[in-house]
């Protein structure tokens, strides 16, 4: 089922959660909603699902006004971060609630329920623990639970707000895995709320940038990894260093004079003596060893700390000019950790950092 989202604004006293959201959801497409705390992906995810009223604007589901229907009618399935499985109840069921709520005249028999929730835990691959409760499982176990509770009333559209926020990196990345490879089996149209980056990045089709009640970008993982539309989605997605600077004619200048460092930036051939920021991600920044002959042909920096993990140097440099860098004045760069050795670099030495790329904006 596809989801239209036409013009949305939800406020809450003087606040405004959302503002005029525009959004298309294909049929079959697992679609992420990614943004910080009080962006206002949850209220969208709420609206979508019936649990809140909208002030303005409409939710059609497959070319058909949903604004007024409510939860039940929308036949959506939803999962929440603190899994809300009912403690008093076993496994199989939790699965089998919400098949025994539906309407006599709709309920299945208990012997195909009782086929059901079994082939839905083998779905998830829990089949196994049937007989438990909630109290029994994993944390890992109890969401996967979750999920196939929702999916027994065979719901149009799926629903999950930060599934995996309440569990640890291992199982979260197992679990993200393990919904990826779900859906590709079930095709149901799903979206799902996160803070994480990386979560939205590796699982969604498409990825849905918010901020401030708005929508920043809609695009695949690596469409908007590779052309952020705005230093917003820029400074979200990764670690980013924050450099300013001066576009001019199609050229972004960081320092003054002729120390610092510069590079063609052509998107702005128009700007003249602008007031710019450069982003430039870790991994673009090149770093050696400082030389007198060669000060002006970069940005001076003292290397504060190196972290040395497996086969990565994550390098802190401060530079020398503090008007370059961004708030926290820190630079951070990336390299190999055997060029990192190759260089024999000293913390507490002076370095010269180069961005390979950039992209820029003009203010």
């Not at 989202?5 to 079959?28: C, E, H, M, P, Y």
């Not at 939860?71 to 098949?99: C, I, K, P, T, W």
């Not at 969401?143 to 999950?160: M, N, W």
Request: hydrophobic letters at 45%; charged letters at 25%.
């Amino acid at each position: 089922m596809s989801i239209a989202i036409r013009q949305v604004s939800k406020d809450f006293g003087t606040f405004k959660a959302l503002r005029n959201v525009d959004l298309d959801i294909d049929s079959g497409e697992l679609v992420a909603l990614l943004g910080p705390s009080g962006c206002g992906k949850t209220t969208l995810l709420r609206i979508i699902a019936g649990l809140e009223t909208a002030d303005h604007g409409n939710i059609l589901f497959s070319g058909e006004d949903a604004t007024d229907f409510n939860v039940r009618e929308r036949n959506v399935g939803f999962v929440f971060q603190h899994y809300a499985l009912f403690r008093h109840m076993s496994v199989f069921d939790n699965v089998a609630f919400g098949l025994r709520m539906k309407p006599r005249a709709t309920r299945p028999s208990e012997s195909v329920i009782k086929e059901k929730v079994h082939a839905l835990l083998g779905l998830v691959q829990l089949d196994w623990l049937s007989d438990r409760y909630p109290a029994q499982l994993s944390g890992g176990q109890r969401q996967r639970i979750a999920l196939a509770r929702a999916l027994a009333v065979e719901p149009k559209v799926l629903l999950l707000d930060e599934p995996f926020g309440a569990l640890d990196a291992k199982v979260r990345k197992e679990l993200r895995r393990w919904l990826r490879r779900l859906h590709d089996d079930l095709h149901v149209t799903s979206i799902f709320v996160t803070h994480d980056q990386e979560e939205a990045l590796e699982v969604a089709d498409r990825v849905v940038l918010m901020n401030s009640g708005k929508v920043e970008q809609v695009g695949t993982p690596q469409e908007v990894w590779d052309h952020p539309a705005s230093p917003f989605v820029y400074g979200f997605l990764g670690d980013v260093n924050l450099f300013h600077g001066r576009a001019h004619e199609g050229e972004m200048h960081i320092g003054e004079g002729l120390d610092g460092v510069r590079f063609a930036s052509p998107e702005h051939h128009t700007a003249q003596d602008a007031k710019a920021f450069a982003y430039v991600r870790p991994h673009d920044l090149e770093v050696r060893r400082y030389q007198a002959s060669e000060a002006n042909k970069g940005i001076a920096a003292k290397l504060v700390r190196a972290i040395v993990v497996g086969p990565i140097a994550r390098l802190e440099l401060l530079p020398e000019d503090r008007a370059l860098a961004g708030s926290d004045d820190i630079i951070e760069a990336q390299m190999t950790a055997q060029q990192f050795h190759e260089l024999g670099l000293k913390e507490g030495e002076t370095v010269v950092v180069t961005p390979r790329k950039a992209r820029v904006f003009v203010a």
